[in-house]
């Protein structure tokens, strides 16, 4: 609560009341579409084209969904534009209750609503990041609560595994960057030969069914994807590295106004390789440290870590996929409550309310942050690498005899 006080204090009461103009101002949210549900008419629009005329959607090269968003919303077509967006936004709204309810009980080991968990339900459904997945009519939600559902079959309901590819292989279809969350359907890090063979054969079903509308749209769809990995869309509201980079380097003096930095723009591309690294070598110690320790079973820790990669890798990330942050912040700070209640360890109590000060500045939008803080990515890679080192610290508390 702490955290999250100091973070209303400073992007939302502080610019909202307290401004030069001596006078309530309450910007928007974020820049809404002319239309609402915009994203969604497009792809629908897009779908019936490709159905009706032939036209293939990657004809505009604003359109970089795989294949199967082709099939998996054409049936929309047959319903006006807002009564799709109503029926979308019902569904979305309905597994984000179950994404961040149920599956926060079933991870956590928790029996009952603690007050903890209901701090993050209000939160999440007030946050910035969901408003955004509304307005917009994205399926980020509708893909990820598919892959968790996947991911908490294959650890708990083994009998349902098959089921639980399907559902994987779903989510990959619908939105790609659910891919990195195979890393959480492993038993046992040990069992290497069972685990490359799953990855192996997860890997050759999602990249075929790339050309399920043939070849000529699957090259049309990876030259799309090729041109915005190269030419990120770089605006406040995409917390990639790679648009961080561009706005940094690039955009830097006419958003910020800090000429200063006119001369990095040579170094970004070496820039994004560093922290694309970073990040995976983060990635790879949290796996290393599983195997050491013979974890077996669903890994909050590389659930966390996995997801921050789903959120800062693709270099098309908007900031409605922050609403996906809150169940593995949840569950790591659910976590977190040992720690606190170990003992006198300041520096520890100290980084759980910083954790929760960058966790709860990613609630508001950029429309109430000063400019140079109104790009997610830094909260978002801070917030990494405190949760790593919280999460360490909770495990040498643990382990330490009680006198």
């Not at 690294?277 to 599983?290: M, P």
Request: hydrophobic share 55%; with cysteine; proline share 5%.
């Amino acid at each position: 609560m702490t955290g999250f006080g100091i973070a209303l204090m400073c992007f939302f009461f502080i610019p909202v009341f307290f401004t030069p103009a001596h006078r309530m101002i309450f910007p928007g949210t974020f820049m809404a579409a002319d239309i609402i549900g915009n994203d969604l008419r497009i792809i629908v629009l897009y779908a019936s084209s490709f159905f009706k005329d032939g036209v293939s959607p990657y004809a505009s090269e604003y359109y970089y969904y795989p294949p199967f968003t082709v099939f998996f919303f054409a049936p929309l077509s047959m319903f006006p534009h807002i009564g799709a967006f109503i029926l979308i936004s019902l569904v979305t709204f309905i597994l984000y209750l179950m994404y961040l309810a149920f599956y926060a009980l079933r991870f956590s080991g928790n029996k009952f609503f603690t007050p903890l968990l209901i701090f993050f339900i209000v939160t999440g459904l007030l946050s910035y990041g969901f408003q955004f997945e509304i307005e917009r009519g994205q399926f980020n939600i509708i893909a990820v609560v598919l892959c968790i559902t996947a991911i908490y079959f294959f650890h708990y309901k083994p009998k349902l595994r098959i089921l639980a590819y399907v559902l994987f292989v779903l989510s990959v279809q619908l939105k790609i960057y659910p891919a990195i969350f195979i890393l959480l359907l492993v038993d046992d890090w040990h069992e290497l030969k069972v685990n490359i063979k799953r990855f192996a054969i997860l890997a050759v079903v999602n990249i075929l069914l790339l050309f399920i509308l043939g070849t000529g749209i699957f090259s049309d769809f990876f030259n799309n994807v090729c041109y915005y990995s190269v030419n990120p869309i770089s605006w406040t509201g995409n917390h990639s590295i790679s648009s961080f980079i561009t706005l940094v380097t690039q955009k830097s003096v006419e958003r910020l106004g800090m000429t200063q930095l006119a001369w990095t723009a040579p170094f970004a591309p070496a820039a994004r390789i560093i922290l694309l690294a970073v990040y995976l070598i983060t990635l790879f110690y949290v796996i290393t440290r599983i195997y050491k320790r013979s974890e077996k079973g669903f890994n909050n820790l590389l659930f966390f870590v996995c997801m921050i990669g789903a959120l800062i890798i693709p270099s098309v990330s908007h900031d409605y996929k922050l609403a996906l942050l809150t169940l593995p912040v949840f569950l790591l700070f659910n976590d977190f409550e040992n720690l606190w209640n170990a003992g006198k360890d300041t520096a520890g109590k100290v980084l759980i309310i910083f954790a929760s000060f960058l966790y709860s500045s990613l609630l508001f939008s950029y429309t109430t942050k000063p400019v140079y803080l109104s790009n997610n990515f830094p909260f978002l890679f801070l917030l990494l690498f405190v949760m790593i080192y919280l999460n360490s610290n909770l495990r040498k508390k643990s382990v330490q005899p009680r006198i």
